[in-house]
């Protein structure tokens, strides 16, 4: 919602951005004299009574607070949602468009029911309730958004609802990260996390070292050091529809190939994000004891995430979607740096991966650990697969989310 904003500013309305503000927004959106951020309050999780009453308590709050706080405002010509999350939202949205003359657009990223599938179970009561208010109250929109043509049609077919793909795309900010930048940012990481630290101490005392580069402080020329570990990079919101178990796993036997004495790298790998399951799968890390790869799980500022991305040598998507309809935005971001990723399967992964093209696709761990294997042998390998990989995306000159916008959405907004 953050590009949705800086478009629409970008293209002369003025925005007011609702959200909650658990991180800090990008620049661009702080700097904007045509945006202003409103921040919700987020309720605090309750501990007394029966889940079911919890979760009542808090739709009911989080339906006044948002209905008061879009009251509160200048009537807008547009209330853009992103659903999900859409309960209570999308009915308090419409209401309040209906109050204020306002047309209500819905962007479907997903379907909320099907991520609280994810706990509760698909046939639970809260679920099949989800399901049936997605349903009813995703028609009331004017204009409907959504990420892939699978979603678009299952929309039509399933819910009688018309909508418009509009996929993901990188920003402009998302591109290759320069040797001198990558170094920079190395150094910075360094001074919290020591997977980024040199692994000896540079025998010239001018050069400037770390995990990965060196600069000699006379002449400021930045290298790769000989002998670097691979850089391998994934994100995530630490939820139930990402296995991070495939991934540990896979390190266990890229970790055994490396005793066995196979021709590859000691590898960093870097999980970046928060979420609800980032301590379970914290402490399954620690009980690991890699001799040969380093796991950090850092919380990045907002424009180190885009020069981490441009600085990686291999991306992994661990992203399963809840409906089997949506695409991971990591895998566009990463795609928007050239950087290749291995992602696990599911039904429309082909609409952004191209497998043997810009990527791999695996089912399990085991075939994670083999593409590991076949990707970083040799590495840095300049006629390898994973440099094709890169070349693919350099060559294919992606279209970027301003261009992309202005091309889809916009006509969209203008026609109504």
């Given at each position: 919602m953050q590009y949705h904003a800086l478009s629409l500013a970008k293209n002369g309305f003025s925005v007011t951005l609702l959200g909650f503000c658990n991180s800090r927004p990008r620049e661009e959106l702080l700097q904007s004299d045509r945006i202003q951020i409103v921040s919700l309050t987020e309720l605090p999780r309750l501990t007394v009574g029966p889940h079911i009453l919890q979760y009542g308590v808090k739709v009911v709050f989080q339906a006044v607070h948002l209905l008061w706080k879009l009251m509160c405002r200048d009537p807008a010509a547009y209330i853009f949602l992103q659903n999900p999350p859409g309960l209570p939202a999308i009915a308090v949205c419409w209401f309040a468009a209906c109050l204020c003359g306002s047309k209500l657009v819905i962007d479907w990223h997903n379907y909320g029911y099907s991520i609280m599938g994810l706990v509760h179970g698909p046939g639970h009561c809260l679920v099949l309730l989800a399901k049936w208010y997605e349903k009813l109250c995703g028609r009331l929109s004017h204009l409907n958004l959504c990420v892939t043509n699978a979603m678009r049609e299952d929309l039509a077919e399933n819910w009688g609802i018309k909508a418009v793909t509009v996929y993901d795309k990188p920003a402009s900010f998302f591109k290759e990260t320069p040797l001198d930048l990558q170094h920079q940012l190395f150094m910075k990481l360094s001074r919290i996390y020591s997977a980024f630290r040199a692994r000896s101490e540079p025998s010239d005392l001018d050069m400037e070292r770390s995990a990965?580069?060196?600069?000699?402080?006379?002449?400021?020329?930045?290298?790769?050091?000989?002998?670097?570990?691979?850089?391998?990079?994934?994100?995530?919101?630490?939820?139930?529809?990402?296995?991070?178990?495939?991934?540990?796993?896979?390190?266990?036997?890229?970790?055994?190939?490396?005793?066995?004495?196979?021709?590859?790298?000691?590898?960093?790998?870097?999980?970046?994000?928060?979420?609800?399951?980032?301590?379970?799968?914290?402490?399954?890390?620690?009980?690991?004891?890699?001799?040969?790869?380093?796991?950090?799980?850092?919380?990045?500022?907002?424009?180190?995430?885009?020069?981490?991305?441009?600085?990686?040598?291999?991306?992994?998507?661990?992203?399963?979607?809840?409906?089997?309809?949506?695409?991971?935005?990591?895998?566009?971001?990463?795609?928007?740096?050239?950087?290749?990723?291995?992602?696990?399967?599911?039904?429309?992964?082909?609409?952004?991966?191209?497998?043997?093209?810009?990527?791999?696709?695996?089912?399990?761990?085991?075939?994670?650990?083999?593409?590991?294997?076949?990707?970083?042998?040799?590495?840095?390998?300049?006629?390898?697969?994973?440099?094709?990989?890169?070349?693919?995306?350099?060559?294919?000159e992606q279209l970027r989310w301003d261009e992309s916008w202005k091309q889809t959405v916009l006509p969209l907004i203008s026609d109504t």
């Open positions: 990965f580069t060196e600069r000699d402080a006379q002449s400021a020329v930045v290298t790769h050091l000989h002998g670097r570990p691979a850089l391998l990079v994934s994100s995530t919101s630490w939820t139930e529809d990402e296995d991070f178990s495939i991934l540990l796993a896979a390190l266990e036997k890229f970790e055994q190939l490396i005793n066995d004495g196979e021709s590859l790298p000691s590898l960093v790998c870097v999980i970046t994000g928060k979420g609800p399951l980032k301590e379970y799968y914290s402490h399954l890390i620690c009980q690991k004891r890699f001799q040969h790869i380093q796991v950090c799980t850092p919380w990045l500022e907002a424009q180190d995430y885009p020069l981490l991305l441009g600085s990686a040598d291999l991306g992994v998507c661990l992203h399963r979607s809840s409906s089997g309809l949506d695409l991971p935005m990591k895998v566009v971001d990463m795609f928007g740096c050239c950087l290749p990723v291995c992602a696990v399967n599911f039904p429309c992964l082909h609409e952004l991966v191209k497998h043997e093209e810009n990527g791999l696709v695996f089912e399990d761990a085991q075939g994670l650990a083999a593409q590991l294997q076949l990707l970083l042998s040799k590495f840095p390998d300049p006629a390898g697969k994973l440099n094709r990989f890169r070349e693919n995306l350099r060559e294919s």
